[in-house]
């Protein structure tokens, strides 16, 4: 009997432990990762184009506010692996063809390499090292991408897709914020 109640009590506090998230990249470089990468970003940005008029682009090109709603409530791994697929997906979206953007192939050099390491480091502190990708989230993504295409990487598409990532890159900022502990100042 007592070994049984001593089981019990062993694995809960196993158990216990492991559902707690344990990141210290969270806590020491997220936020000087994040700043770096908005601030790259921020310098890409287009200021002579004008945002669309069109209705199917623009919807297309709409912010899924309700992904991150959901994620929002989602436990503190699930939080993680959603921001590392954002990481990922923003990512992989900057390597097509950006001929025609006006950023110079430095600057986007430099976003992608904090933006590939922020997402690296994140994806280290996940159980398993696995993730199931959110399917909702990968088609946001897969719009963006059919609207390069059709407008054919100009600039002003290259533009919208720029905007989104910037609101993605300060949503999951958001996001993980619970999973930081608070900054002593
Ligand atoms: C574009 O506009 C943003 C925000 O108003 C500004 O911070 C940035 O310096 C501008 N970039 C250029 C190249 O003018
Ligand atoms: C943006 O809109 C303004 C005012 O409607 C127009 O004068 C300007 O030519 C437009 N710029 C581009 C790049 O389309
Ligand atoms: C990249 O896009 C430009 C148009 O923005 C196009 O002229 C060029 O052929 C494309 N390059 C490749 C490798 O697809």
């Known amino acids: 009997m007592l070994s049984r109640v001593l089981c019990v009590c062993v694995f809960l506090s196993v158990f216990g432990a492991a559902s707690s998230l344990s990141c210290r990249w969270m806590d020491g470089k997220f936020t000087q ?3 770096a990468y908005l601030d790259h970003l921020n310098r890409m940005a287009n200021n002579g ?11 297309m090109v709409a912010f899924p506010s309700e992904l991150y709603m959901q994620a929002s409530k989602a436990t ?8 590392v697929q954002v990481l990922e ?10 001929s025609s953007a006006p950023w110079e192939e430095k600057t986007v050099d430099n976003f992608l390499n904090v933006v590939t390491r922020q997402a690296v480091e994140l994806h ?8 199931k990708k959110n399917k909702k989230l990968h088609m946001s ?24 990532i910037e609101s993605h890159l300060m949503q999951i900022d958001q996001l993980t914020s619970s999973l930081r502990k608070p900054t002593q100042s």
């Open 49 to 59: 184009t004008n945002s669309t008029e069109d209705a199917e682009v623009k919807q």
């Open 33 to 35: 990762f994040s700043e």
């Open 76 to 83: 503190a791994e699930d939080k993680l692996v959603f921001t």
């Open 141 to 164: 993504f897969q719009r963006l991408s059919h609207v390069l295409e059709q407008k054919d990487h100009s600039a002003e598409s290259w533009e919208l897709i720029r905007e989104n």
């Open 89 to 98: 997906e923003s990512a992989a979206l900057l390597k097509k063809n950006h």
């Open 124 to 131: 280290s502190c996940i159980r398993g090292h696995i993730h």
